[in-house]
């Protein structure tokens, strides 16, 4: 058993799920689809591997930036 972190945000009418670890994310109607639909793609992006290497990331901190743009 492995641990992964996530996050998750609403666009429009889906909820998305994202991995941090590695590049995987799904989506749901709903919150907790999102995380299931989630972990059934990590499951299967794992499914074949030897080992299974990721990427460390301790206490996650989610943080707003302000960036500048030129359009």
């Keep these: 058993m492995r641990k992964v972190h996530s996050v998750v945000w ?3 009418e889906w909820f998305v ?3 941090l670890e590695v590049e995987v994310a ?7 689809e999102a ?5 059934e793609a990590l499951e ?3 499914e074949d ?5 990721l990427a460390p ?5 989610l943080q ?3 960036i500048q743009v030129n359009t």
């Design 10 to 12: 609403k666009e429009d």
């Design 17 to 19: 799920a994202k991995a």
């Design 26 to 32: 799904s989506q749901g109607k709903s919150e907790k």
């Design 35 to 39: 995380l299931d639909n989630l972990k």
């Design 44 to 46: 299967l992006y794992f």
């Design 49 to 53: 591997q030897a080992q299974i290497d």
């Design 57 to 61: 990331v301790q206490k996650p901190k």
């Design 64 to 66: 707003d930036l302000s």
